[in-house]
């Protein structure tokens, strides 16, 4: 038996890095993988592939959430919502890490996952009091002299991130010497640094230490100053939004600071926390419609969550649709070019070839 093929005969095709409509666009998975993508007329189904007619839908890549935490969830869920990737940003390493190498494998129910593993943070600071925090999720990092050996521990575990907190309003900070330590070591094995930061003190610190990432918009009341936001864009900050879990006035002023980012031009990258309250699993309205108030066009958000946190992450494989590429795949229902709203309405879900058989309900 060879590799099964499937063509899927969809209303619109998002193509390769510029997501570039077709229409009508068909897709063909063999394996695991992308074979062939074009306009519909341009592609011959082979005799006995499986043909899947979806004049309705719109295919584009799989979103990449680059802030969940995973263990919250049955991650069936989170992928069945069309989340083909999953970074997790903060749970104790023996717990994820063999849930993010069991997802490497294809037969995984769920997305494939990344993690950070454990939030490295001052004696006494966040997340350590956290009620949602596992014991394990924090870890103390007491001085500069305790970065070296903390970051070589989290990689050797597995991390694919370094992630670490600066929250004032929840307990001690890290230094800035620490933190610098902390940055310097994580860069020196290739590997980004994601901050949680709550106040504009924390933040400048972060970019100081040279923080890759935030992995939250600035979680205080504070607003984006314009250098701040020139700053960012100049030593290319990305910023993970995680808008839905944030309420009323206060996902206002964050939603407002993603703007002033966004309008610079800073990279964004699709993220939702979840895990904490708010967001739902799979590809999530709330934050969809947040980051469409913060100015970002439907292109721009599906970019965020697919090409733009494909090379953030270096997942050289994903994060487009062009022959070659893995076949991380969904399908929404309607334009979500002109409707993001579009996005939450999943159809259909490929991970690595394999098709979900059950989708969310919605
Ligand atoms: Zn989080």
Redesign the pocket.
């Known amino acids: 038996m060879g590799k099964s093929t499937t063509v899927v005969r969809a209303g619109t095709i998002l193509a390769g890095r510029e997501l570039e409509p077709m229409t009508p666009g068909t897709l063909v998975i063999e394996g695991s993988g992308i074979s062939a993508l074009g306009p519909s007329r341009s592609i011959d189904a082979p005799s006995d592939a499986t043909v899947v007619d979806a004049p309705r839908v719109t295919l584009l890549p799989g979103f990449i959430d680059c802030?969940?935490?995973i263990g919250f969830a049955d991650p069936i869920e989170v992928l069945a919502g069309g989340v083909t990737t999953a970074r997790d940003?903060?749970w104790p390493p023996e717990r994820i890490h063999p849930l993010a190498r069991a997802s490497a494998d294809g037969g995984f129910t769920g997305p494939l996952v990344l993690a950070a593993g454990p939030i490295l943070t001052a004696p006494g600071g966040y997340p350590s009091h956290a009620q949602w925090a596992p014991e394990g999720t924090a870890r103390i990092v007491d001085g500069p002299d305790d970065a070296h050996e903390a970051v070589a521990l989290t990689a050797a575990e597995g991390a694919t991130v370094v992630k670490v907190a600066l929250d004032e309003s929840a307990g001690p900070t890290l230094g800035p010497v620490t933190l610098k330590a902390i940055t310097d070591a994580a860069h020196r094995r290739d590997l980004r640094v994601t901050g949680?930061v709550h106040g504009l003190p924390e933040l400048v610190k972060a970019l100081d230490a040279g923080l890759d990432e935030l992995?939250?918009m600035l979680l205080g009341p504070d607003e984006l100053p314009g250098p701040l936001v020139t700053r960012m864009v100049r030593d290319r900050v990305a910023v993970v939004p995680?808008l839905s879990?944030r309420f009323g006035p206060d996902q206002t002023r964050a939603t407002g600071n993603v703007a002033r980012f966004a309008a610079a031009g800073g990279t964004i990258l699709y993220g939702t926390?979840f895990?904490?309250r708010g967001p739902r699993p799979g590809i999530d309205a709330r934050e969809v419609a947040a980051m469409a108030r913060a100015g970002m066009s439907g292109r721009r958000i599906i970019a965020s969550a697919t090409v733009e946190a494909a090379r953030a992450l270096r997942l050289a494989g994903a994060g487009s649709l062009e022959p070659g590429k893995v076949a991380d795949v969904i399908g929404v229902d309607g334009d979500p070019l002109e409707e993001p709203l579009a996005l939450a309405r999943v159809r259909m879900v490929w991970r690595g070839g394999n098709r979900v058989a059950r989708l969310r309900n919605e």
Do not use: M, R
Request: glycine share 16%; net charge negative; proline share 0%.
């Open positions: 802030h969940v935490h940003l903060g949680h992995a939250h995680t879990i926390d895990g904490n």
